[in-house]
């Protein structure tokens, strides 16, 4: 895809819009931010140079609605945030009788964490042998912590093991794969950014499980 520069549809503010671009730029940059984006990599997923998208942080852009989708999309929000209209503040407990377990691909996964942030917690058990030989690379990071059992993590050319107690913080750009090393499987907490991309293929079961643990749309 073409970087896409201002036209028509996207030019300097005039009478009736520049109200709207105070609010929107920020929005635009701290959403990036919280997605763990540089401004490149944000514009080139959206089709646009980094200097459009730079324009468009600043309030010196006004972004089409296609751009505002596009951006959406690719920051897990909705367009509603993005022109500042804020939700109701989300309940920041989640107590253990409300974590129902879901199961895909033969792992079991609790949401850990709020619905709707720029991060996703789950706690996860992985049984030994279920993910097979799938390798995950996708934008982001991850942080998980061994509860219980011992996982074999393999991060690019290198393979670790890690024991209860144990903690890794990756680059998801880095190919991984989460595996169970013993029968008895493994319980860890996991955290990752949470990127709706076509490329944030997530690491937990297979590619098709789950809308927010596979391939995201």
Not at 16 to 28: E, K, R, S, Y
Not at 69 to 96: C, F, K, N, Q, W
Not at 159 to 169: E, F, K, R
Request: aromatic share 4%; net charge negative.
């Amino acid at each position: 895809m073409s970087p896409i520069e201002p036209g028509a549809a996207d030019t300097p503010p005039e009478t009736g819009t520049a109200d709207l671009l105070p609010v929107v730029a920020p929005h635009l940059r701290e959403l990036r931010r919280r997605a763990s984006l540089t401004l490149e990599a944000a514009a080139r997923a959206a089709g646009l140079s980094a200097a459009h998208l730079s324009r468009l942080e600043t309030g010196q852009r006004q972004p089409s609605l296609p751009m505002l989708l596009a951006l959406a999309r690719i920051y897990g929000t909705t367009v509603s945030e993005l022109l500042g209209e804020r939700a109701a503040e989300r309940d920041a407990i989640v107590r253990a009788a409300d974590m129902e377990p879901t199961a895909a691909g033969g792992w079991t996964y609790w949401q850990a964490g709020s619905p709707g942030r720029g991060m996703q917690a789950l706690r996860v058990h992985v049984p030994y042998g279920s993910q097979g030989d799938i390798v995950r690379v996708h934008p982001g990071e991850e942080w998980l912590h061994v509860l219980q059992g011992r996982l074999r993590l393999r991060l690019g050319d290198t393979t670790q093991v890690l024991a209860p107690g144990d903690s890794a913080h990756f680059d998801s750009l880095t190919p991984h794969r989460i595996a169970a090393a013993d029968q008895a499987g493994a319980d860890l907490l996991f955290v990752h950014t949470l990127l709706q991309s076509p490329a944030a293929a997530l690491c937990l079961g297979p590619a098709t499980a789950h809308p927010t643990l596979g391939e995201t749309s």
